[in-house]
């Protein structure tokens, strides 16, 4: 999309104010977005929410929005629709994980938790958000043409599968699946809307500085090398901005961790080893939850 794309467009993000979400944020409001600021009670939205304002945000309003209430998904999601009559740009980007498999003790109770933020909540969001997403962009052969963006966080994770994290795992495999569905049924029918997927490595986030047993982990695990360094937010936001203005399908940051899922497909056993090891590295970190 060309800059001037954006001024005046709607975004609507969830998971706003996380890490990702807010970074992401900080990069969209200097085009002059009307930008609606989805997340849970009790985050810091009203202090994004002036932030976004300050670096040109055309409009900023926050609601509470939890991605398993069904009913406040669709109100939320309603309100927006009818007060902008257009969604132009739709981030899902909520999610969760946990150390949960089925060799690992991970319960159902556990598997279903992640399941319902990063799979059942991208789909009852989507569904709710349907007759919104789009504006109309028709031309002569296509009169009902409509154009915009849906973007989805997944995972490099979504792309290989990691030991001891089945349950993250699958959902984010369940989001590149639903990402390349929908984009193949928009263009079935004639609309430019693009659909995009992000796939990032592990992101230095504020969890990780949680307690010093984990500050003390993420230290020793990024002196493996270079592929157990963690990426930057603001790398991640950089990504979704490019990969949004040039209409890259699925992104991988960092860039090169594409080779992954290459090697992943022409060599299990290689990206097995890998893996395993990457896994060995962790075992002193602590059983916990983690957002992403």
């Not at 010093?212 to 979704?240: C, N, P, S």
């Amino acid at each position: 999309m060309k800059k001037k794309w954006y001024k005046g467009k709607v975004f609507v993000i969830t998971g706003s104010s996380g890490d990702i979400g807010s970074a992401v944020c900080r990069k969209f409001a200097p085009l002059g977005m009307r930008m609606y600021l989805l997340d849970l009670p009790n985050m810091p939205l009203d202090k994004l929410k002036e932030e976004l304002k300050d670096l040109g945000a055309d409009y900023v309003e926050n609601f509470e929005f939890d991605i398993t209430n069904r009913t406040q998904i669709a109100e939320v999601i309603k309100k927006i629709g009818e007060k902008e009559k257009y969604i132009d740009i739709l981030y899902n980007n909520a999610g969760i994980g946990t150390t949960c498999s089925i060799t690992n003790g991970g319960t159902f109770e556990e598997y279903r938790k992640i399941m319902s933020i990063n799979v059942d909540g991208m789909w009852l969001v989507l569904q709710a958000a349907l007759p919104y997403i789009g504006r109309p962009a028709p031309t002569n052969k296509l009169p009902d043409r409509k154009e915009g963006q849906l973007i989805f966080t997944s995972s490099s994770a979504g792309k290989t599968g990691i030991p001891n994290m089945a349950a993250y795992s699958m959902s984010k495999f369940a989001i590149v699946g639903l990402a390349n569905s929908v984009r193949l049924e928009y263009k079935m029918q004639n609309h430019n809307i693009q659909v995009i997927t992000i796939c990032p490595a592990p992101v230095k986030t504020k969890f990780w500085e949680s307690t010093a047993e984990m500050k003390e982990w993420v230290e020793k695990y990024q002196k493996h090398g270079i592929l157990y360094k963690f990426i930057d937010v603001k790398d991640v936001a950089k990504t979704v901005m490019k990969a949004s203005r040039k209409y890259k399908r699925e992104v991988f940051v960092p860039r090169w961790w594409w080779l992954l899922a290459w090697l992943q497909l022409t060599s299990h056993k290689a990206v097995g080893k890998l893996l395993i090891k990457i896994e060995k590295s962790k075992e002193i970190m602590p059983k916990s939850q983690f957002y992403g």
